[in-house]
C-alpha cells in the first residue's frame, strides 16, 4: 500500500500502483470525469500514469493553469496527428502549449499549408478526437528512439534526441501518431470536442534565423463549443483593443525600420502619457525615501562579467562595441542593477544610513529575435521604474512588504483589481542556471514568503522561475478581457552585492554586506503601457490621458475666443488642444471621440456671447453649458471621484 496526502492534508492508503484518475473515482465519478492531470511530488503528471510510492498529489481540471496546459499539449499531438494523416512525410518540431492554445512548427517537405487548408485539418482532427483514442506513455532508450525517427527521416526530433540523456527518453502514442515527448497529457482524445485552428506563421527552427524556417500552426481547443464561441468573440473583442491598432489610431507612438525593429519612438501624446505615468511613479517613490539616480546607457564588459550578466546573457546582448583602445569593449546596458551597485559603492556606507533606496528611469537594451517581436510588449529597448534597495538583513521584511504597498498602490491607480501574487523558487534540481550559495537563497526565498503571508496576498509558488540570481515575486495580473499579463516584479539578492564587494559599517565597526532588492512597479514602461491600452480600450482615466480637452470651434468667427479657452485652461494645468479644422463641427465631435479624448468643449457665437462653453462628454454626449470656472470645478471633481487618483493634491 502506498499513502496519499491532498492539499488538505488528508491522507489515505491505495495500491501501488494506483493512478491519480483512479483515486479521483475514489473520491467521485463526477471528479475523475473532469480531471485532466494531476501533480504527483510537486510534478505535473498524466492522471493515468501509475503512482508507485509515497506521494502528495493534486488534481487537476480544466480551472487549472495546468489542466488546461495538459489539454492543450493533447491538442497539440492531435494536431499532429491529422497533419500527418493528410499530409505524408510532414517532419514535426516542437508543439508547446501556450497561454491561450498551442502550436506545432512542421516542415510539410514539398507540400505547402495555408489558411485556407485549416477547416479541413480542424475536420480530421474532430473526426480522430471522437475516436477516444488514449494517450499512452512509453520509456524508450535513446537508441531506439533515434532509430524511430531515422526511419521517419526527421531531423528535428533527431537534433531533440541528441540533446537528451539516456533513460530520460519518452514517447506518446494516440491512435496512429508516436511523438517525442515527456508529457503530461490528458487521459484521451474524447474530451476535445470544439477546435479552430486560428492561423499561421513562419518560425526559424529553435528561433535561429540562420536555421530553415517552419510552417507554426495556432489553434485552440475546448471542452465545448460554446466555450469555444465565447473565445471567439473575446478574441475578436481582443483585436478591437490591439494596442498597436489603438496606439496608430491615437498617435501614441510608431516604430522604423530604417531607427531599427523593435526600438519603439513615442509620439507627442504618447510622450504625454508616458511622462504622466513617470511623473505619477516619481512623486510616490519620493514620498516613499527613494533617491532619483542617472546611469549610462553602455557599460563596459567587465561590468557585466562582475555582475553575471555576460554569462547569463550575454546571447541575449548586442554585440559588444569595440573602440580603438586594444581589448577594450562595451555593451549596451541589457539590465540597470550593475550600474545602481558601482553607485553604492562610490562611498562609504554606515548602517546607519541603511536602507540605500536608488530609482531611476534606465533605458536598457536586449536583442530579442525578430520574429519574437510584438508591439510595446516584446521590444529590444525599453524603459523600467527600476529601483534598488541596499539594506540589512534585519530590514529585509520590511523594505519588501512596503514595496508590495506601491505595487498595490499603482495597480490600484489604473484599476487592475484583480492579480494573483506568484513567488518565484529557484530549482534546486538544477542549480547551475542561478549564482550564490544555498544559505543566501534559503534566507531570500524566506523573506519573500513571509512578506506575502504578513500582506495577506493571494499568492502560489512556482519553482524555477527565478531570476538567476535570486527569487522574486510577480504580480500577474488580468486585464478587462481576463488576459494574464506578468506586470511589477520584486527580487529579493544577496549575490550582486557578493559580486560587487558592497559593504556597510555596521554598529559593531566591522565591515557588513547589504542584502539587495530589485524593483520595478510597471516594469517596463512600453509593456505597461501595452497592457493598458489593451485593459482601457485607449479611454485612459481622466488624470492619465494625454490630451484631457478639445476645444472645436463652430467656425473660424470664433477662434480668438477658442484661444481665450484654451489659455485659460491651460492655465489651470488642463492638457487641452484646438480642432481649429474648416471641418463642419459634426465631424470634428466624431474625430474627438475617435481620439478618445474625455471633454469636448464647443464654442460659436452663444458661448462667446455669455462666456460659457458647450461640453460633451466621451461616450456620453450632451453635458450642457457651463462657465470656465464651473466646467474647471468639474473636471476637478471628475478627477477625485476617479478611482484612479493619483495623489491627493497631486495636479490634474
Known sequence: MITITFPDGNQREYVEGATALEIAASISEGLARNVLAASVNDEVWDATRPIMEDAHIKLFTWDSKEGKAAFWHSSAHLMAEALEATYPGIKFGIGPPIDNGFYYDVDPGGAEITAEDLPKIEKKMLELARQKNTYTRKDVSKKEAIEYFTDKGDEYKLELIDELEDGSITFYEQ??????CKGPHIPHTGPIKAIKLLSIAGAYWRGDEKRKQLTRIYGITFQKQKELEEYLLLLEEAKKRDHRKIGKELELFTFSEKVGLGLPMWLPKGAALRERL?????????KAGYEPVVTPHIGHKDLYITSGHYEKY???????????????????????CPHHCELYKSRPRSYRELPVRLAEFGTVYRYEQSGELHGLTRVRGFTQDDAHIFCRADQVKDEFKKVIDLVLYVFDALSFSEFTAQISLR?????????GTDENWDKAEQAIIEATEEKGLNAVVVTGEAAFYGPKLDFMVKDALGREWQLGTIQVDYNLPERFELEYIGSDNDKHRPVMIHRAPFGSLERFV???IEHCAGDFPLWLAPVQVSILSISEKYEDYAQKVLKYLNNSD?????????????KKIRDAEVQKIPFMLIVGEKEQTSEQVAVRKHKEGDKGSLSLPSFIELIQKEVISE?????????I
Open 643 to 651: 478611482s484612479t487618483v493619483p495623489e491627493p493634491g497631486n495636479p
Open 574 to 586: 488642463i492638457r487641452t488642444i484646438i480642432d481649429d479644422r474648416n471641418e463642419k463641427i459634426g
Open 278 to 286: 513617470e511623473q505619477f511613479m516619481r512623486q510616490a517613490q519620493l
Open 314 to 336: 550575454g546571447e541575449d546582448s548586442f554585440r559588444p562595441i569595440q573602440t580603438p583602445a586594444e581589448g577594450e569593449a562595451f555593451f549596451l546596458k541589457p539590465m540597470n
Open 530 to 532: 501595452a497592457v493598458l
Open 175 to 180: 491512435g496512429n501518431f508516436t511523438d517525442l
Open 427 to 435: 530549482d534546486k534540481m538544477n542549480k547551475s542556471k542561478y549564482i
